[in-house]
């Protein structure tokens, strides 16, 4: 991350802050919409340096957060080769390479060039990332993935109308071994990314996290929604747009990370914060018998206890490790 930020902050130098700040709050206003486009939003070079700035550091720390809790579930697994669809300036693929440092074939498809650009030029600073293809693809009916062991799709589902979203996770599905969506924590990110797991079991898929199974999610439509959070150390240029002086913000993010490999996916997932009190913690929990419930642990749990007073929201239940 600090490689990224670093990067970043290169990036930045020069460019005149008012025109970042300015370009950041037409981000800001077009991400609210919430609508598909039928045109890049990242129009020119301030455009993409203002996200890059501005959101790339939360789509990596969401993404990166996802990818963890799959590698828990693919213990020994390294992908060989990473695809990122609508890659943008390649938050992911900084993501992936820190979940899995070293050299892989790496290509990263959007159909804005200005993002490319920037994407390339960031990753030149990285040893592992400097050959990596940044190429100008449409996501539609036409799209074809060439095979890789991962595809990410990491805020992207929510720019596509419906047939151009059920394009692209057919083509993951049918290019990748593993694939892993990410969009926005919100009740309208969430049902893109049960959509498109509904869409990768049909394909043969199984859910590596966050789900401890591969049946219906358990959540009654409308009611609810499966998110988790990444907490994001925010830059200057964030104090800047959005005042204050918090040094971080939390990420809400909604994911879905499958895969056709034999994987051990979580016994329990905690989703939501575990609530502390005296003596005991309280976990929502989602179970691998397809239902929501609420656990008490207590001191008389011994070491599960310890383990659960550490436990954070998104992580596994028990611990993966607490088995051993
Ligand atoms: C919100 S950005 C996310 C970028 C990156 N994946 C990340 O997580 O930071 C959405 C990206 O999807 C790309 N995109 C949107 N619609 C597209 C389409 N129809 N074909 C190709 N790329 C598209 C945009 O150009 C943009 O780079």
Redesign the pocket.
């Known amino acids: 991350m600090n490689d990224l930020r670093t990067a970043l902050a290169d990036l930045l130098d020069g460019l005149p802050p008012r025109e970042v700040a300015a370009a950041v709050d037409r981000l800001i206003a077009n991400?609210r919409g919430d609508t598909p486009?039928h045109a890049?939003?990242?129009r020119d070079r301030a455009d993409v340096a203002a996200?890059a700035a501005y959101?790339?550091p939360a789509?990596?720390e969401a993404?990166r957060s996802a990818l963890a809790a799959l590698a828990d579930a693919l213990p020994g697994w390294t992908p060989a080769g990473h695809t990122?669809v609508?890659?943008?300036?390649?938050?992911?693929t900084w993501a992936v390479q820190t979940t899995w440092p070293g050299e892989r074939a790496v290509t990263v498809?959007?159909?804005?060039e200005p993002?490319l650009a920037v994407g390339r030029r960031l990753a030149a600073a990285h040893p592992a990332l400097k050959d990596a293809r940044w190429q100008r693809?449409?996501?539609?009916a036409d799209l074809t993935l060439d095979d890789t062991d991962l595809v990410t799709?990491?805020?992207?589902l929510n720019?596509?109308a419906e047939p151009?979203r059920a394009a692209l996770v057919d083509a993951a599905a049918r290019a990748a071994r593993t694939v892993v969506i990410?969009e926005a924590g919100t009740p309208a990110g969430y049902a893109r990314v049960i959509e498109a797991r509904d869409r990768l079991i049909r394909a043969g898929f199984r859910i590596a996290a966050p789900c401890p199974h591969s049946a219906a999610c358990p959540i009654a439509p409308g009611t609810d929604w499966c998110h988790f959070s990444a907490r994001v150390g925010r830059s200057s240029l964030h104090r800047q747009v959005k005042g204050g002086s918090l040094a971080y913000e939390d990420e809400k993010f909604s994911y879905v990370a499958a895969t056709r490999l034999p994987a051990e996916p979580a016994p329990a997932r905690v989703v939501r914060r575990p609530q502390i009190r005296k003596g005991q913690v309280l976990l929502d929990l989602c179970e691998a018998d397809e239902r929501l419930s609420r656990g008490t642990v207590t001191k008389r749990h011994g070491d599960l206890y310890k383990a659960a007073r550490d436990a954070d929201w998104g992580d596994a239940w028990p611990p993966y490790d607490s088995a051993s």
């Open positions: 991400y486009t890049p939003i990242l996200y959101r790339m789509t990596f993404v990122d609508g890659g943008g300036t390649g938050a992911a498809l959007d159909w804005a993002a693809a449409r996501i539609g799709v990491s805020y992207v720019e596509l151009d990410v």
